[in-house]
């Protein structure tokens, strides 16, 4: 049962515009949401995060917005670089353990 | 600051053989995870330690087993291979339950069973 969703495995875009990264979870009693990032041949490498009390966490270009009541979860990347291109994984936590979804394929074409 | 290490990198084992994985958390970092990655199943939890107990375990049979000793240095084992086990096998360390902070991966295991 995937608690956590991104419905997307591939997506590009041009350098310079913004990227949207989507993810859906299903149980209400995560508290905390993370973007991860990860390149061929490392480990996922974290990004930024989001308690379920905000809406919004911003840093640098890379803003994470909260939709609770949709249970919706998207990274907004502005402006896109070609050293985005990775791949992106959304998780979320309930006490001690992280689900993650099954990551998105960012392509930033220069 | 070293990263963590996870040990070796690659492994190609025959089915029915059993397999021990290594990780070396960051220096301080007390909380030890596991995550079995596969093509299209994202990360799946396989366990977390902390303080050398397993605090979660993740929906995995039997074989899949893991300890922690007391410098945090974790093992996983996998007994009785199956084809199905081959995957990218992640270790993640934290301080301790700030989940605002994510964890810190290392490089994983590239586990190939044949």
């Known amino acids: 049962d995937q608690q956590v969703k991104q419905n997307s495995p591939s997506l590009s875009v041009q350098e310079g515009r913004i990227s949207i990264l989507n993810c859906d979870y299903t149980?209400?009693?995560?508290?905390?949401f993370l973007w991860y990032k990860k390149y061929p041949a490392e480990g996922p490498t974290f990004l930024i995060s989001?308690?379920?009390?905000?809406d919004k966490n911003e840093d640098g270009r890379f803003t994470v917005f909260l939709n609770k009541s949709a249970k919706h979860l998207s990274l907004h990347i502005v402006p896109s670089q070609p050293g985005d291109s990775a791949v992106y994984f959304c998780?979320?936590?309930?006490?001690?353990?992280?689900?993650f979804g099954t990551g998105t394929s960012l392509t930033v074409i220069p | 600051k070293a990263g963590v290490t996870q040990t070796p990198r690659y492994l190609i084992k025959t089915r029915g053989q059993q397999v021990t994985l290594s990780c070396s958390p960051i220096?301080?970092?007390?909380?030890v995870s596991w995550y079995q990655q596969t093509p299209g199943q994202g990360l799946q939890f396989l366990f977390e330690?902390?303080?050398?107990?397993?605090?979660n375990k993740g929906n995995f049979p039997g074989r899949f087993s893991g300890r922690q000793f007391s410098n945090s240095r974790s093992e996983m084992n996998v007994s009785t291979l199956e084809l199905g086990d081959s995957a990218l096998y992640l270790c993640?360390?934290?301080?301790?339950?700030?989940?605002?902070?994510?964890?810190?991966f290392g490089s994983g295991t590239r586990l190939t069973v044949v």
């Open positions: 993640a360390s934290s301080l301790s339950t700030i989940q605002a902070y994510g964890y810190t």
């Open positions: 149980n209400s009693m995560f508290d905390y």
């Open positions: 989001i308690s379920s009390i905000k």
């Open positions: 998780a979320a936590s309930a006490g001690n353990q992280f689900y």
């Open positions: 220096s301080g970092h007390r909380s």
């Open positions: 330690y902390f303080s050398e107990t397993q605090r």
